[in-house]
């Protein structure tokens, strides 16, 4: 699975796509925006932070349709929030490909059990990371761990409790990786 990914702004409307719901903590979900299918995180105060606008169609299989993966990558959100291992997002690289997973502590590999996507062959990892969160929550500082080689970590409860609302949100960059 492949992703490509657009920083999103506030938009107007909203319509959700059905998931199971989960008590208590942040809730991932896969919303519609203009038509657009956005991995949205929820917080316990009812801020709704977009994660990934699923925007690129280009490099996946046709079965993995923008709305399929938005499902999915909400999911794994979700299941790596629910199961605690939701502590850094990192970068890192499965099966050759680079890819962004949840870990548990900085120095956690990635693995199929931490996926969270798999980024387009030859994409930076890093870049990709770092150009898809940095709107919202790191110019709080503290968030963001570079280590050696293409690994980046991103504390992701201090990203997410610096994280502005989407509705306050008027940034819009394009990321097609």
Same mark, same amino acid.
């Given at each position: 699975?492949?992703?490509?990914?657009? *920083?999103?702004?506030?938009?107007?409307? +909203?319509?959700?796509?059905? %998931?199971?719901?989960?008590?208590? #903590?942040?809730?991932?979900?896969?919303?519609?925006?203009?038509?657009?299918? !956005?991995?949205?995180? =929820?917080? $316990? /105060?009812?801020?709704? !932070?977009?994660?990934? =606008?699923? *925007?690129? %169609?280009?490099?996946?299989?046709?079965?993995?349709?923008?709305?399929?993966?938005?499902?999915? +990558? *909400?999911?794994?959100? =979700?299941?790596?929030?629910?199961?605690?291992?939701?502590?850094?997002?990192?970068? #890192? !690289?499965?099966?050759? $490909?680079?890819?962004?997973? &949840? &870990?548990?502590? $900085?120095?956690?590999?990635?693995?199929?059990?931490?996926?969270?996507?798999?980024?387009?062959?030859?994409?930076? &990892?890093?870049?990709?990371?770092?150009?898809?969160?940095?709107?919202? #929550?790191?110019?709080?500082?503290? !968030?963001?761990?570079? *280590?050696?080689?293409?690994?980046?970590?991103? /504390?992701?409860?201090?990203?997410?409790?610096? &994280?502005?609302?989407? %509705?306050?949100?008027?940034?819009? $960059? /394009?990321?097609?990786?």
């Amino acid at each position: 699975m492949g992703i490509g990914v657009t *920083s999103v702004a506030a938009l107007s409307m +909203v319509a959700t796509i059905d %998931q199971p719901s989960y008590a208590g #903590g942040t809730i991932f979900k896969c919303e519609k925006r203009q038509g657009v299918p !956005v991995t949205v995180a =929820q917080t $316990q /105060d009812g801020r709704k !932070v977009p994660m990934i =606008q699923w *925007s690129s %169609q280009d490099y996946f299989p046709r079965e993995w349709n923008s709305e399929r993966r938005c499902y999915e +990558v *909400s999911r794994r959100f =979700q299941k790596s929030y629910d199961n605690g291992r939701l502590k850094y997002i990192k970068t #890192g !690289v499965l099966r050759g $490909q680079p890819v962004v997973c &949840a &870990a548990i502590n $900085q120095n956690a590999p990635c693995t199929d059990s931490s996926l969270l996507f798999t980024l387009k062959r030859g994409s930076n &990892a890093k870049t990709t990371l770092r150009r898809l969160m940095n709107r919202r #929550g790191l110019v709080a500082g503290n !968030v963001l761990n570079e *280590s050696g080689g293409d690994s980046l970590n991103i /504390d992701f409860d201090t990203y997410l409790n610096n &994280a502005t609302n989407d %509705q306050n949100s008027d940034i819009n $960059q /394009d990321i097609n990786e």
